[in-house]
């Protein structure tokens, strides 16, 4: 297996769980009262998902320069 492909593996991985923290994060908004600070580690959990498949995007991805 090359490095692309472990790359790929692992952004699939990553997107699959920040989907899924979506649907959790829906759910759990639609019960009230919620607990909140379980709804913030939902949502910082999320944006650290986010911010590593950009960084694994971008990894893939080659720079062009036009």
Do not use: F, G, T, W
Not at 25 to 54: F, G, H, V, W
């Amino acid at each position: 297996m090359n490095e692309q492909e472990i790359l790929k593996e692992k952004l699939a991985s990553l997107r699959s769980e920040h989907r899924d923290l979506d649907d959790v994060i829906a759910r759990l908004a639609e019960r009230a009262p919620y607990d909140q600070l379980q709804m913030q580690r939902l949502k910082k959990r999320k944006l650290m998902l986010k911010d590593q498949i950009m960084v694994l995007e971008s990894r893939l991805l080659p720079n062009i320069i036009a």
